[in-house]
């Protein structure tokens, strides 16, 4: 059973950094593509960054390019989201997601909560 | 960027038919998906790749997509099925892309 599951989140000051993970577990994680999406108070889902199999190919929402840094260490099943100079508009619920068949998420994590305090 | 657009809200009736749309330039060159996100769960996958239901999801749930606009069709719908629903695709120069989000409320 795919299992994927989140932490790290928590309250940070404005401008603040935090390093969220994601366990994978029960399915060959070196062979799937990963990603972050996240979900703010009252809104959409929005895909915040993805990353290959290999970790060689990165990308970033717009919003958060240059601030947020995806990777993955396939020895230990985990991908990361590292995020700097956090803004308020970053407070959301973020999701870890396998990537299905045809560029489709298959298995989302329950998420982790990151709280910006301005 | 590649935007993708759905009606914020649908009511439907139970036993009745509601139909989802998503809007997109060229949408029907590229793989639809489509999510059910109920509160406080994660989002399910319910259709990939146009029309295909991962296994366990009912066969209410089917999907279509052609020129700009992608479908989502639930039949018989039940209580459970309120929800929001979202349809996704993958573009090369934004990755992968969300809807707006549509929330089906039965009643």
């Known amino acids: 059973e795919v299992q994927l599951v989140e932490s790290g989140g928590g309250l940070v000051d404005r401008g603040g950094s935090l390093k969220l993970s994601c366990a994978a577990s029960g399915f060959t994680f070196s062979a799937s593509a990963m990603g972050w999406v996240r979900q703010a108070p009252g809104k959409g889902l929005e895909s915040v960054s993805a990353i290959n199999a290999a970790g060689t190919t990165t990308f970033y929402a717009d919003s958060v390019r240059g601030r947020f840094t995806i990777s993955r260490d396939n020895d230990k099943n985990t991908l990361y989201l590292e995020m700097n100079t956090l803004k308020a508009e970053d407070a959301a619920l973020y999701y870890c997601?396998?990537?299905?068949?045809?560029?489709?998420?298959?298995?989302w994590g329950l998420g982790t909560l990151v709280s910006v305090s301005s | 960027s590649y935007e993708l657009t759905q009606p914020p809200s649908l009511s439907v009736s139970p036993g009745q038919t509601a139909t989802i749309s998503c809007s997109g330039d060229n949408l029907g060159n590229k793989y639809a998906s489509w999510y059910q996100h109920r509160p406080g769960q994660s989002p399910v996958l319910v259709i990939y790749?146009?029309?295909r239901r991962p296994s366990g999801v009912p066969e209410r749930f089917s999907g279509s997509n052609s020129g700009n606009t992608a479908i989502l069709t639930i039949s018989e719908t039940q209580a459970l099925d309120e929800a929001d629903y979202y349809c996704?695709?993958?573009?090369?120069?934004?990755?992968?892309?969300f809807g707006t989000g549509t929330k089906v409320t039965v009643l």
């Open positions: 997601a396998k990537e299905g068949s045809s560029w489709s998420y298959g298995h």
């Open positions: 996704q695709t993958w573009d090369s120069s934004s990755n992968y892309v």
């Open positions: 790749h146009d029309s």
